[in-house]
């Protein structure tokens, strides 16, 4: 499974992106956006995801 941006939370700081062990998160129209075929969940990286560890608001990167 990969993680998802809640678009409507997402304050655009761009914290996550840069992150991602494995540029799955990009700006895609105005927002931040995961490629679920790049999302690992950090498995095997870190104990948490990073988009989650580093984003600003709570529950906006979320399971997808």
Avoid: L
């Avoid at 075929?37 to 600003?56: I, N, R």
Wanted: aromatic share 6%; with cysteine; hydrophobic share 30%.
């Amino acid at each position: 499974m990969a993680y998802k941006i809640v678009t409507s939370q997402c304050t655009v700081c761009g914290a996550c992106e840069f992150e991602c062990p494995n540029a799955a998160i990009s700006m895609k129209r105005g927002t931040y956006v995961i490629d679920a075929t790049k999302c690992t969940e950090c498995e095997g990286q870190f104990d948490k995801p990073q988009c989650v560890s580093v984003c600003p608001v709570d529950n906006t990167c979320v399971p997808a």
